[in-house]
């Protein structure tokens, strides 16, 4: 009578008891964890840009439909989208192209303009108000010597073991 309403036990290969319940939640975790992996995954191979693009889009769209059919000369949103219209042909769309780049440029910091300069270890430009008179120690100029004479012996040491193959 006692082993008819038991339940039954589920042990794994060293013996011990498994929990089934708990297994089960552990997978339904990693399969919900992978299809979120999954499903990032495909929004990224379909494209960020683009799914925003598509997004603007209908954003346009449902803007479109909520205005009346007809459109006047007055309308300002169908006066801005003509004017921001490029044509073939057009005579003035490099003056506009200009006049709209010069507008976005941001002011570009002013850079030094002389004869190359000395080389530092960073590869770091001078400033814009250098006189371009070096008033360094020497160290870089003999650490770049060493460096070269570092590696002209290694090259020869190189050329030198493999002289005779």
Known sequence: EESRNAQTVFRDKSGR??????????????AEAEAKREEQYAKWGKGLAQERQQQQNVE???KEMQKPLARYIDDQDLDRML???EREGDPTAALIKKRKAKENKEKEKP????PAPPLNRFNIWPGHRWDGVDRSNGFEQQRFARIANKKAVQELAY??????M
């Not at 008891?17 to 990693?30: D, I, S, V, Y």
């Not at 850079?111 to 002389?114: F, T």
């Open 17 to 30: 008891r498994r929990n089934l319940a708990q297994e089960q939640q552990e997978q339904r975790l990693k």
């Open 83 to 85: 004017r921001e219209q």
């Open 111 to 114: 850079r030094y303009k002389g």
């Open 159 to 164: 050329k030198w073991s493999v002289e005779d």
């Open 60 to 62: 346009d769209a449902v």
